[in-house]
């Protein structure tokens, strides 16, 4: 018996659906389905200035729902980046957790940035999550 290409990839979803260890795709572009959450955790380093950066392509009229926690203060932005400048919809200083919610203006890349402040025993590592909603 042959299953072919199509059978195999099949197959292939539903062995990772049934061994728990598959991933859930939601990227349907038609603004009717729930959002997805993505996490992420980034390694900061020890120095006092050292920066880590996430940038997102978001759909102007979205709503990003963010947060992050950390277990040392950091200089927090979000930004874009326009033809003729930056702007900072976001910027707090020496802050260890944020939630909030952010609605993207223009069809446009934001970056979340994160800076250390203070010298660290070790290197550490930063929470970050969010969501899009269209």
Request: glycine fraction near 6%; hydrophobic fraction near 35%.
């Amino acid at each position: 018996m042959s299953i072919g290409k199509t059978g195999y990839a099949w197959l292939a979803t539903a062995l990772l659906a049934l061994s728990g260890n598959g991933y859930a795709h939601n990227d349907h572009g038609d603004g009717q389905h729930a959002a997805t959450k993505h996490d992420f955790s980034f390694k900061m380093g020890r120095a006092p200035g050292y920066f880590t950066e996430k940038c997102l392509p978001v759909n102007e009229g979205a709503e990003i729902l963010y947060r992050f926690n950390s277990p040392y203060a950091v200089n927090f932005n979000v930004h874009v980046h326009t033809e003729t400048e930056t702007l900072f919809p976001v910027l707090i200083d020496n802050i260890d957790q944020h939630q909030a919610s952010l609605l993207a203006s223009d069809d446009q890349e934001y970056c979340f940035t994160w800076k250390t402040t203070a010298k660290a025993a070790e290197t550490w590592v930063l929470n970050f999550s969010y969501e899009l909603k269209n």
